[in-house]
């Protein structure tokens, strides 16, 4: 629900309705929205990991491939849901910096440029943390793409952007 209509667009009432169950059940469960918002995150975190997890099985030892792998992932992503990374809608939403789950946005977020920085170094990429943030922003910007111009705008060639991004930083 909160991926459909964002954490602000989604209340109390319409998540026991959605669950099939009441408040005092919830909140049995969750002390607050907040812990609710957060244990969605951690959820989401985990099939992200899942994800890599996935492609570096698939490419065992070769990490040039699961690098291109990552690409074909995001793109994957990008592509099936329109709606953007939860993390950054979450982000984007919860703008207060107290906000108790900005800290599982941040550390998710923080993992994955490291995991990506890694890969990079790994892959015999020069200027890793360049080009994993490279990557990165290309894809955040791809995303947002997407959601205001449609699949045929810019977002459509994040796949040969990336590439090419990796085949330049190869290069030098």
């Not at 169950?21 to 907040?34: A, G, Q, V």
């Not at 918002?37 to 890599?52: G, H, P, Y």
């Not at 440029?113 to 955040?140: F, H, N, P, W, Y």
């Not at 705008?153 to 930083?169: H, K, N, W, Y």
Request: aromatic share 4%; hydrophobic share 45%; proline share 2%.
């Amino acid at each position: 629900m909160f991926h459909k209509h964002g954490i602000r667009g989604v209340g109390i009432d319409a998540i026991t309705e959605a669950a099939g169950t009441n408040k005092m059940t919830l909140y049995r469960h969750f002390e607050s929205k907040d812990d609710l918002i957060i244990e969605c995150l951690r959820a989401t975190a985990c099939s992200a990991n899942a994800m890599w997890e996935k492609f570096e099985a698939e490419n065992p030892g070769d990490k040039l491939a699961q690098l291109h792998a990552w690409v074909r992932m995001a793109a994957d992503c990008l592509m099936s849901d329109r709606r953007g990374c939860d993390m950054a809608n979450a982000a984007i939403e919860l703008s207060e910096a107290d906000h108790p789950a900005r800290q599982v946005i941040k550390e998710l977020k923080e993992a994955q440029r490291e995991r990506l920085v890694s890969l990079c170094r790994d892959a015999g990429i020069g200027q890793a943390e360049l080009l994993a943030d490279t990557l990165s922003l290309l894809l955040e910007g791809a995303r947002v793409s997407l959601q205001s111009v449609g699949a045929e705008g810019p977002s459509a060639q994040f796949v040969r952007m990336a590439e090419g991004l990796i085949t330049s930083f190869r290069a030098r």
